[in-house]
């Protein structure tokens, strides 16, 4: 416990799935959190059930794919703290479809709120990472960043940009030399609020277990658990890496 004691952590995508499970283990492990989510309604239930674990976590409602929310929520960051010690770019959503039905609409809000956010989240709140001189940066990427698959070629291609805008943000930090580091997770089927309608589906269920050699589904907890160990200093030598948490999928 308390290994991220004192920490002001910054986590999108908070209202729910992965990322509530982490913003709780935050809490659990003592760093006060600022929770990130467009849904406004879900945020005020998040934050609630964090403020049971300890006091002064706060929530920002915005649209991580806007400029203006990044630069608001990193001002709130910094007029309530003074400091921004951990960001975790998480939002992100998966549509499945072949490229010849993707519109570009579909394949543009796939790669804005998917990459962009990543974008935009580390352009603005690097200043404030750097000010502490330890700052940890996880993003949110998936084993589709790794390997792809049929009928998610936004999402692979947002996925895989991740992975790569990650190590280039470990690289240009350590030039810097500004104590920030970088790193990504990529979670294999997870069972969340946004997954569940397609796991419940047997026929989907049975289908992606068949690939998985763990034999089940992961809970958003033991996604959260990696990016604790990511945002301490545990990982104070780590950076420009990712880790993979997906039953076995990409061992085969």
């Known amino acids: 416990m308390n290994r991220l004691l004192h920490k002001i952590a910054l986590v999108t995508g908070a209202a729910s799935g992965i990322g509530l499970a982490t913003a709780r283990r ?3 492990e003592g760093a006060t959190v600022i929770l990130a989510d467009r849904n406004g309604a879900l945020l005020d ?23 203006e929310g990044w630069r608001a929520a990193v001002r709130e960051a910094e007029s309530a703290f ?17 490229i010849e039905e993707t519109s570009l609409e579909e394949w543009r809000s796939t790669l804005a709120v998917n990459l ?23 993003n949110m990427s998936s084993i589709r960043g790794l390997v792809a698959g049929p009928n998610a070629s936004a999402y692979c291609a947002a996925k895989a940009g991740v992975r790569l805008f990650t190590k280039v943000t470990a690289l240009e930090c350590a030039e810097a030399r500004n104590g920030v ?8 089927h997870v069972e969340t609020p946004l997954t569940a309608p397609a796991y419940a589906n047997p026929e989907i269920a049975e289908e992606f277990l ?10 958003p907890a033991e ?3 990696a990016i ?19 039953g076995g999928i990409t061992a085969q």
Request: aromatic share 8%; no cysteine; net charge neutral.
């Open 116 to 138: 962009d956010s990543v974008f935009l989240g580390t352009k603005y709140a690097l200043p404030l990472l750097a000010k502490g001189g330890r700052g940890s940066i996880v």
């Open 210 to 219: 068949r690939h998985t050699p763990l034999g089940r589904f992961a809970q």
């Open 26 to 28: 935050f809490a659990e």
């Open 45 to 67: 239930k998040a934050l609630a059930g964090i403020l049971e674990i300890s006091a002064g976590h706060r929530a920002v409602h915005f649209d991580v794919t806007q400029e």
């Open 181 to 188: 580091r970088a790193n990504s997770v990529h979670p294999g």
């Open 82 to 98: 003074g400091r921004l010690d951990i960001l975790v770019n998480n939002a992100g959503f998966g549509r499945f479809r072949s």
């Open 223 to 225: 996604v959260a658990d």
């Open 228 to 246: 604790v160990f990511l945002a301490s200093d545990e990982a104070s030598y780590i950076t420009g890496s990712e880790i993979t948490i997906d």
